[in-house]
């Protein structure tokens, strides 16, 4: 998907289409998620810290992410690859591939060619955005294709030419060369990879090492036989803070580790499971990061068991001179719960899971006093008179809201005391979104809310 996030703001708010968007956090030690090709022409990229994009930007919109909402648009294209064929390898949201073979969606290049912009389509209809695709015969060369394609457009690799457009490429192109690796290739008078072809095996394997060295002289020669790998399920589950201003108070930092235990638990909910082993992670104020763990005898979603577990983790870290991220998480993962565990807390569990199995409340501890109420850039509210908008400011004890939906004009702006009674936080509406039906037409509308073979075998749609 092209600039997933910051697309997916610009069609939810008319104001912002046409505009400079970028997405990410906002506090000082925030970084940019995604920024719109608009913000872009400004030298505004992911993985840039906020402070020097607003430099560069700053006329731009800068949003805090809706994840829900990314997520539930995410699924509809993740919906379209799997009609597609059964090996489908998400590797993010917005990015994935797809062994277009093994579904029998396509055998020659003509095919593959058909298949791509039928896609393309459909992503547009589905979603009202746009998405690149790559079509090669190997993940690395489809990668390669898809960010030659972006943005909204298609690329093949033909069979046959695959060295001769990588030799003058940077060796920054090949996957596994960082920065770090990049600057230590260019040392020793390799840039592009080409040049990591003649400089051959032996010496990328005297620079890198064995492993390094032999996979990417490799994919040098544009060999790559990695798999497509069907979406495997989850691991662990996990929730994280980074704040803006070091937390010292040690009570403050136990209340943020029960608040992010019961995010976490609304998340490993949400995906209908349990865990067993609990993790506290905590990055000190010198960027030293520890990670405590403790198992239980089997798995649980229970809340006040996890906050519990959270808290006696917590008591063996010294937060002595301050704590610059929090996160709890629960690996360890099963479709079911050991209901005996629930006895060491059951004074708690009437309270506990009320605020947890609720739609969109918040734990106690979340649920400030109106006037500390905070409004983040970019969120959802609903006014008791003037209807449906978004937050694009706030500070001084004042929010600035823009009144507009998906489908209306670019709306007024108006702005209220954050401890207004008539203002709420409210859900994303959701876009009237198209589903395909057969191979590739389209459907009736429905809405999206918050909440080895042939040469042209794998595609890469990001």
């Given at each position: 998907?092209d600039?997933?996030?910051?697309s997916?703001?610009q069609a939810s708010k008319?104001?912002?289409?046409?505009?400079a968007?970028?997405?990410?956090?906002?506090g000082?030690?925030g970084v940019?998620?995604?920024?719109?090709?608009?913000a872009?022409?400004?030298?505004v990229h992911?993985?840039m810290?906020?402070?020097?994009a607003r430099r560069?930007a700053?006329n731009?919109a800068?949003?805090v992410?809706?994840?829900?909402?990314y997520r539930?648009?995410?699924?509809?294209?993740?919906?379209?690859?799997?009609?597609?064929?059964p090996?489908?390898?998400?590797?993010?949201?917005?990015?994935?591939?797809v062994?277009l073979?093994a579904?029998g969606a396509?055998?020659?290049?003509?095919?593959a060619r058909?298949?791509?912009?039928?896609?393309?389509?459909?992503?547009r209809a589905?979603t009202?955005?746009?998405?690149?695709?790559g079509?090669a015969?190997?993940?690395?060369?489809?990668?390669?294709?898809?960010?030659?394609a972006?943005?909204?457009g298609l690329?093949?690799i033909e069979?046959g030419?695959?060295?001769?457009?990588?030799?003058?490429m940077?060796?920054?192109?090949l996957?596994?060369v960082?920065?770090?690796?990049g600057?230590?290739l260019?040392?020793?008078?390799?840039?592009t990879?080409g040049?990591?072809?003649?400089a051959?095996?032996?010496?990328?394997?005297?620079?890198l090492?064995?492993?390094?060295?032999h996979?990417?002289?490799a994919?040098?020669?544009?060999r790559d036989?990695?798999?497509?790998?069907a979406?495997?399920?989850?691991?662990s589950?996990?929730v994280?803070d980074t704040?803006?201003?070091d937390?010292?108070?040690?009570v403050?930092?136990?209340?943020?580790?029960?608040?992010?235990?019961?995010?976490?638990?609304?998340?490993?909910?949400?995906?209908g499971?349990s865990g067993?082993t609990i993790?506290?992670?905590?990055?000190r104020?010198?960027?030293?990061?520890?990670?405590?763990?403790?198992t239980?005898?089997g798995?649980?979603?229970?809340p006040a068991?996890?906050r519990?577990?959270?808290?006696?983790?917590l008591?063996s870290?010294?937060?002595t001179g301050?704590?610059?991220?929090?996160?709890?998480?629960?690996s360890?993962l099963?479709?079911?719960?050991?209901?005996d565990l629930?006895a060491?807390?059951a004074?708690?569990?009437?309270v506990?899971?009320?605020?947890v199995e609720?739609?969109a409340a918040?734990?106690?501890?979340?649920q400030?006093?109106?006037a500390?109420?905070r409004?983040?850039a970019g969120h959802?509210?609903r006014?008791?008179?003037?209807?449906h908008?978004?937050?694009?400011?706030s500070g001084?004890?004042r929010?600035?809201v823009?009144?507009?939906?998906p489908g209306?004009e670019?709306?007024?702006?108006?702005?209220?005391?954050?401890d207004?009674?008539?203002?709420e936080?409210?859900?994303?509406?959701?876009?009237?979104?198209?589903?395909p039906?057969?191979?590739g037409g389209?459907?009736?509308?429905?809405?999206?809310g918050?909440?080895?073979?042939?040469?042209?075998s794998?595609a890469s749609?990001e």
């Amino acid at each position: 998907m092209d600039a997933f996030f910051a697309s997916v703001e610009q069609a939810s708010k008319p104001s912002l289409r046409g505009k400079a968007v970028v997405v990410g956090g906002l506090g000082p030690r925030g970084v940019v998620a995604t920024a719109s090709y608009e913000a872009r022409v400004f030298g505004v990229h992911s993985a840039m810290p906020m402070g020097q994009a607003r430099r560069l930007a700053p006329n731009a919109a800068y949003l805090v992410p809706r994840f829900g909402f990314y997520r539930a648009i995410s699924e509809r294209v993740m919906e379209l690859l799997r009609a597609l064929s059964p090996l489908v390898e998400p590797l993010s949201l917005d990015e994935a591939f797809v062994d277009l073979e093994a579904g029998g969606a396509a055998w020659d290049e003509q095919s593959a060619r058909l298949v791509g912009a039928r896609l393309r389509a459909d992503i547009r209809a589905v979603t009202g955005l746009t998405g690149s695709v790559g079509l090669a015969a190997s993940k690395m060369l489809a990668k390669i294709a898809s960010e030659q394609a972006k943005p909204d457009g298609l690329v093949v690799i033909e069979p046959g030419t695959e060295r001769a457009m990588l030799e003058p490429m940077s060796v920054r192109t090949l996957p596994g060369v960082g920065p770090a690796t990049g600057d230590h290739l260019r040392r020793a008078g390799i840039t592009t990879v080409g040049e990591i072809v003649e400089a051959g095996e032996d010496e990328l394997v005297r620079l890198l090492g064995k492993a390094h060295g032999h996979g990417l002289y490799a994919m040098a020669l544009a060999r790559d036989d990695r798999p497509v790998v069907a979406e495997r399920e989850a691991k662990s589950v996990s929730v994280e803070d980074t704040y803006d201003v070091d937390i010292h108070d040690r009570v403050r930092v136990g209340l943020e580790v029960q608040r992010l235990a019961d995010r976490c638990v609304r998340r490993l909910r949400g995906a209908g499971m349990s865990g067993r082993t609990i993790v506290l992670k905590v990055r000190r104020y010198d960027f030293s990061t520890l990670t405590r763990s403790e198992t239980l005898r089997g798995p649980t979603d229970d809340p006040a068991v996890i906050r519990e577990a959270a808290a006696r983790l917590l008591d063996s870290v010294d937060t002595t001179g301050g704590v610059r991220l929090l996160g709890v998480g629960v690996s360890g993962l099963a479709d079911y719960t050991q209901e005996d565990l629930f006895a060491q807390a059951a004074g708690e569990r009437a309270v506990a899971e009320g605020p947890v199995e609720e739609h969109a409340a918040a734990p106690a501890e979340e649920q400030p006093a109106l006037a500390d109420r905070r409004w983040p850039a970019g969120h959802d509210v609903r006014h008791a008179e003037f209807g449906h908008g978004w937050v694009q400011g706030s500070g001084l004890g004042r929010v600035t809201v823009r009144f507009e939906t998906p489908g209306s004009e670019p709306g007024r702006v108006r702005t209220f005391r954050v401890d207004d009674p008539d203002l709420e936080p409210a859900d994303p509406l959701p876009l009237v979104l198209r589903r395909p039906e057969g191979s590739g037409g389209v459907g009736s509308a429905s809405p999206v809310g918050s909440a080895s073979g042939d040469a042209q075998s794998v595609a890469s749609s990001e």
